[in-house]
């Protein structure tokens, strides 16, 4: 006989066998017997395979039920504490055993076909979904690992993607470059192409990443879907990223209703949407977290409120805001840096009860904007450098304070105000073209102990905005107006100004108490048709002190007025006022120019006499005496 037809005859004992078998426990023909795939590499001594295999229906239901649920790849493997299953299209086609502990890259190798998954100096190329379950660990990269760079190839549609699910049970990267590959063209799979792979840790999972490179993953947004994620932390998910880079995913990193997750020295960089994206998360640290050129905000703060403080952030470069916080209560915002995103530094919208503190805004076009009904805002530390405008508080913003801040060089308003309810205390404003701006329709704004330094205007108000005081006011060295305010019924008190064209300039009805203004051309200037009050006030102007004009009543009180012309127009006097010529050092200041541009003009006129020769003197003679002959 010839060795031939004794191994067809050995083969067709086998088969009837295995045929017997499965008859015998009463399965279908087709699914109890699997054959091992001929292109398998051999296993190792870790890992053990039977030449034939009986599938127990409930484990080929279970790689059925995992397939579904992880959107129907048409390869799959799924990493058990005893074995490693292996899903072609939905069905089991093979188990292979190992010996329980962590599975490495090195172990799928074997496990798998030749054409899912290649390893090739350092670089690995895994062509098939890879899912876990509960008390399982993959491990890839760390000491004694070969595997520097895993490539997960993608495609067209979903069902192409070699994502990874941490399942119930934990991913671990070490050192290593994940990224995904078209096979089409060898390079990253584009952003647009459904089929990008990604890196799930799901719920009740644990994903760990230290010094590794994630790049190119996730799926685009198309209409209401909102795609995914390159990497996500679901529900229960735990784990944390350690001196990580998020590179060109969709969404770089998002966290939604995870536990506990730490983020230390991330960066997520040049992401297609949001960088991170904070959604009902607990218990999350962050340090050191950079967001880098995202294509919308740096960081997001969307979905459950939680009381995870958003704090240890520094953006830049974004195309929307550095940080936006949206439909939250109660969030806290601590220790964030901005710096030249395109929307702004920070965006609260559709929030309430939100402190912000020790934040930071560079260059941005708002350093804080506030929007859409946001309520209960506490502003406390706020500072910002440059950019068109400090703070902006939209006209639907509803009790609003900003204490303790500054606002700097500011090229159009270092802070605009709508809204209602809305308190500046002790803030600091520099030049700025206008240090404050109280925009139309809004109505109870306080400004306390502000100061403003520097710029084109102190603080001007708009018309149609009521309830507007200003207390403790201070305005140095401003080009124009120190306050102008068109706002009826509006309140000044504690008034100090010191350097400004004008004082005050007044266009409605104002009271004005206990203040000094000085340092200026005009003192008050008054064109409202309603009556102005003005008690106990001090002006030392150079050329006109109270100036109203036709039609605005304006009644003087108790009050001191030193200018060269202390009243113009029709100023009502009450109490004991002091109307006069300015004080000394302003004359003194006026005064000496003249007397050294007269002794000038006299030294010029004495030198052109000189050259053009002297000039004999008619000499008179002596008159005579009375009386002589």
Not at 170 to 180: A, K, Y
Not at 181 to 198: C, F, I, K, S
Not at 339 to 362: C, K, M, P
Not at 504 to 520: F, K, L, P, Q, R
């Amino acid at each position: 006989m010839s060795t031939a037809s004794t191994s067809r005859r050995w083969v067709g004992r086998i088969v009837a066998t295995g045929a017997a078998a499965a008859i015998g426990v009463g399965l279908a023909p087709g699914t109890a017997l699997a054959v091992p795939d001929a292109a398998a590499a051999p296993a190792a001594a870790s890992a053990t395979q039977a030449p034939t295999q009986v599938v127990d229906p409930d484990r080929s239901a279970s790689a059925r039920r995992t397939w579904e649920g992880r959107g129907r790849p048409h390869h799959m493997t799924i990493v058990r504490p005893d074995r490693i299953d292996v899903v072609s299209e939905g069905r089991l086609t093979r188990t292979v055993w190992h010996g329980g502990g962590p599975v490495t890259i090195d172990d799928l190798e074997r496990a798998l076909p030749d054409s899912w998954l290649t390893v090739t100096d350092g670089t690995a190329v895994l062509d098939a979904a890879v899912v876990l379950v509960r008390t399982t660990d993959l491990q890839v990269g760390g000491p004694g690992d070969g595997v520097r760079t895993l490539q997960l190839v993608g495609g067209a549609t979903p069902q192409e993607a070699a994502s990874l699910h941490t399942g119930g049970g934990e991913i671990t990267f070490t050192g290593v470059t994940v990224t995904s590959l078209d096979p089409a063209t060898g390079q990253p799979v584009p952003a647009t192409a459904g089929g990008r792979p990604l890196i799930v840790a799901s719920s009740g999972g644990h994903l760990e990443a230290t010094d590794t490179t994630i790049s190119d993953l996730g799926t685009p947004r198309v209409g209401t879907d909102s795609g995914d994620a390159g990497v996500e932390f679901h529900t229960g998910a735990t784990g944390s990223l350690t001196r990580t880079t998020l590179l060109r995913n969709s969404v770089g990193l998002q966290l939604a209703r995870s536990e506990d997750v730490a983020l230390q020295d991330v960066t997520i960089q040049e992401s297609v949407d949001d960088g991170l994206v904070l959604a009902g998360d607990t218990g999350t640290t962050m340090s050191g977290v950079r967001a880098i050129g995202n294509g919308d905000n740096g960081v997001l703060v969307t979905g459950d409120s939680t009381d995870r403080p958003v704090s240890g952030i520094a953006t830049s470069g974004n195309a929307a805001f550095g940080v936006a916080v949206v439909g939250q209560t109660g969030t806290r915002v601590s220790g964030v840096t901005t710096e030249s995103d395109e929307g702004g530094g920070l965006r609260l919208s559709r929030s309430s009860d939100v402190t912000v503190t020790d934040f930071h805004a560079t260059e941005q076009r708002m350093g804080v904007f506030t929007h859409v009904g946001s309520t209960g805002i506490v502003l406390d530390g706020i500072h910002t450098t440059g950019g068109s405008r400090g703070l902006v508080v939209e006209k639907s913003t509803t009790g609003l304070e900003a204490r303790n801040s500054t606002f700097a060089s500011a090229r159009v308003d270092g802070a605009a105000l709508g809204g209602k309810d809305v308190t500046l205390r002790n803030v600091q404003v520099s030049d700025a073209r206008s240090g404050v701006r109280v925009e139309r329709g809004a109505s109870d704004v306080e400004l306390a102990d502000l100061t403003v330094t520097g710029g084109r205007d102190g603080v001007v108000t708009a018309p149609a905005t009521t309830g507007v005081v200003m207390s403790g006011l201070t305005v140095t060295g401003v080009e124009s107006d120190a306050v102008r305010t068109f706002s009826p019924d509006g309140r000044i008190t504690g008034l100090q100004v010191d350097g400004a064209s004008t004082g005050i300039d007044v266009a409605a009805a104002t009271t004005i108490t206990n203040s000094e203004i000085s340092g200026i051309e005009e003192g008050i200037h008054s064109r409202s048709p309603e009556p102005v009050y003005a008690e106990q006030v001090t002006v030392d102007a150079v050329q006109l002190g109270v100036n109203t004009a036709p039609g605005s009543p304006f009644l003087l009180v108790d009050s001191r007025v030193h200018a060269l012309e202390s009243v113009r127009g029709e100023v009502d006097i009450q109490g004991v006022n002091d109307l006069s010529l300015p004080p000394l050092n302003l004359l003194s200041a006026v005064g000496v120019p003249l007397i050294l541009l007269a002794v000038v003009l006299e030294e010029i006129h004495s030198a052109r006499q000189r050259r053009a020769g002297a000039i004999p003197r008619k000499r008179w003679r002596p008159g005579m005496p009375m009386g002589a002959t």
